[in-house]
């Protein structure tokens, strides 16, 4: 399957896609979105044979099997030993193009630009006819917005291989930035003459007469782009096409394919955006507008926390904020989803007591009262003086009816409220029925003694504890 980065273009602003060889992401899975090419699974020239020390027959078939195996680390999230492998290979047959190149893709995903570059380059130097690598040195510029350089190396890969639909394609979407819609059209008209099956190129077709302004040629391209599509492009397409009709001032049919969109892709702040704007264009819709720029403006947050902690992994922050931005949702799903964030917080810093106090009080909101005291002992062993997981505890044992371990907490934490009291009660009679009359009698003299403070306040939720010494409340007569 070839791929695309589908167009999205909103009032002036536009990402266009082309075809790439696969990269592997972050997390090691190759994959498609709307900034990332999807996969082309077929090359189109063999790596040959080169007479360089180490590329014999039978070093070339071993270096071809590392890479084998440095592709399947990949693909399964191991991009270290994915990399450790491609050198391997390399050491293996120096004159293995396809290793250079294999390598250039992975240290490309990784950000290492410049070396990412040289890998490229060598492999063109050893296979100066693979239209292939030259075509993804091209992609490596056109990502990177260097488009005179992507042009040039698109051109070259078609005098190698003019058979070759993908860079004619790519130097289609290089036309279309140069805003030269004649050569882009005449580039994507010959890549699906080459490949009538190559969906990106029609897509980027319709993009193209978009950008061009001839909406009504870019709404029939649209239709059969619709009836090719592939399941998990089609929120893409519905997107475009709304876009199209947006421009038209067809509003009603631009929000029903936004909504379209919406619906095969809940979690895309674009999608959102582009029908909320839609929405301020029409009459009566301000309180539609209004839902949807609050759903935008939440998974713009998400989208900005997924990045932070893509790029700072060990920095609970990141995943104690979007654990709050998920419990601002309602829902069973919303909650599982803050657990897990509070958990990974935990996992990221476990020396950290305030991680552990902010997932037990977590915990305590949604009535896992175990739970909670696990997570404050957890805190207390990072910091025994923790007045706040102190408390908590008491309340998380008062609401298990435990109420000699909340009795015996709240004694250390100064608290005075109702809650308390009602502790120190409830547990002098738990011992005067288990005959322990004089302890039952101490803990019954402090709950008369907290009730006959004045406008004893109602707990409301978790106490903290104040800062003075509890003996002072023992002391009173």
């Given at each position: ?155 070259r890969a078609i005098n190698i291989d003019p058979d070759y639909a993908v860079p004619h394609n790519n130097r289609a979407l290089v036309h279309i930035t140069e805003k030269k819609f004649d050569a882009a059209l005449a580039d ?8 009538p099956e190559y969906f990106d190129a029609l897509n980027n077709k319709g993009f193209a007469y978009y950008q061009a302004e001839q909406y009504d040629k870019a709404l029939g391209v649209y239709e059969e782009v619709l009836k ?11 997107n475009n096409r709304g876009l199209v009709y947006y421009h038209k001032r067809d509003f009603e049919n631009a929000i029903q394919d936004f909504s379209k969109a919406i619906d095969l892709e809940p979690n895309n702040p674009q ?207």
């Amino acid at each position: 399957m070839r791929g695309s980065i589908w167009g999205i273009l909103f009032l002036g602003a536009s990402l266009i896609g082309c075809g790439s060889e696969s990269t592997p992401s972050s997390d090691g899975e190759t994959s498609s979105t709307n900034t990332e090419p999807a996969i082309q699974t077929a090359e189109r020239t063999e790596p040959r044979l080169l007479s360089i020390g180490g590329s014999d027959a039978e070093s070339l078939s071993r270096s071809n099997q590392h890479i084998e195996e440095a592709l399947a680390e990949i693909k399964a999230g191991q991009l270290r030993e994915g990399l450790q492998r491609m050198n391997l290979a390399i050491a293996t047959a120096p004159g293995n193009s396809k290793a250079f190149y294999e390598r250039g893709k992975l240290l490309d995903a990784l950000g290492q630009t410049s070396s990412a570059i040289a890998d490229y380059s060598v492999a063109i130097q050893l296979d100066p006819t693979n239209a292939v690598y030259v075509n993804q040195l091209g992609y490596h510029y056109l990502k990177r917005n260097v488009l005179q350089l992507a042009k040039v190396q698109f051109t070259r890969a078609i005098n190698i291989d003019p058979d070759y639909a993908v860079p004619h394609n790519n130097r289609a979407l290089v036309h279309i930035t140069e805003k030269k819609f004649d050569a882009a059209l005449a580039d994507l008209e010959t890549a699906l003459k080459l490949d009538p099956e190559y969906f990106d190129a029609l897509n980027n077709k319709g993009f193209a007469y978009y950008q061009a302004e001839q909406y009504d040629k870019a709404l029939g391209v649209y239709e059969e782009v619709l009836k090719r599509a592939p399941q998990e492009n089609q929120a893409n397409v519905y997107n475009n096409r709304g876009l199209v009709y947006y421009h038209k001032r067809d509003f009603e049919n631009a929000i029903q394919d936004f909504s379209k969109a919406i619906d095969l892709e809940p979690n895309n702040p674009q999608y959102f955006k582009h029908r909320l704007t839609t929405y301020t264009k029409m009459e009566n819709k301000q309180a539609e507008a209004e839902q949807d720029r609050e759903r935008t403006e939440w998974l713009t947050s998400l989208s900005q926390l997924n990045r932070q902690i893509q790029q700072s992994p060990r920095d609970s922050r990141n995943y104690l904020a979007r654990a709050a931005l998920f419990e601002s949702q309602e829902g069973e799903e919303y909650t599982q989803l803050a657990q897990t964030n509070y958990e990974q917080a935990t996992k990221a810093e476990p020396h950290n007591a305030d991680v552990f106090l902010s997932k037990a009080q977590f915990c305590y909101r949604n009535g896992d009262y175990e739970q909670t005291v696990l997570d404050c002992i957890a805190a207390l062993r990072l910091d025994p003086e923790n007045r706040q997981a102190i408390s908590l505890k008491g309340d998380a044992h008062y609401h298990l009816n435990q109420f000699a371990e909340a009795s015996q907490t709240y004694t250390t934490t100064g608290r005075v409220d109702e809650q308390v009291a009602v502790s120190y009660e409830k547990y002098a009679a738990e011992l005067k029925a288990a005959g322990q009359s004089a302890e039952a009698k101490i803990w019954q003299e402090k709950a008369v003694q907290l009730s006959n403070i004045e406008n004893l306040p109602e707990p409301t939720g978790p106490q903290s504890a104040p800062a003075f010494d509890p003996s002072a409340i023992e002391g009173k007569k």
